[in-house]
C-alpha cells in the first residue's frame, strides 16, 4: 500500500497510516480484554459506562 504510492508529503503518509491502522486492522481484530469480541461487536452489544470500560483504572 505504502510503496505504491507517490506521496506529497509526510502528512498524506500519516493519514493514509491511520486509515490503515483504525479501518483495516484494529477494527476487525478480535480482543482478549473485551471478552474475544471485535471493537465493533462490543461496542455495539455493550452500553458505555465508566464500570464497562476495560481500562478505566
Not at 1 to 11: K, P, T
Not at 31 to 43: N, Q, V
Amino acid at each position: 500500500m505504502f510503496d505504491l504510492h507517490a506521496w506529497m508529503n509526510v502528512r498524506h503518509v500519516a493519514s493514509a497510516a491511520f486509515e490503515f491502522i483504525e479501518g483495516y486492522y484494529n477494527r476487525p481484530r478480535i480482543r482478549r480484554g473485551l471478552g474475544y469480541l471485535t471493537a465493533d461487536e462490543y461496542e455495539t452489544q455493550t452500553p458505555f459506562t465508566l464500570d464497562s470500560c476495560p481500562v478505566w483504572p
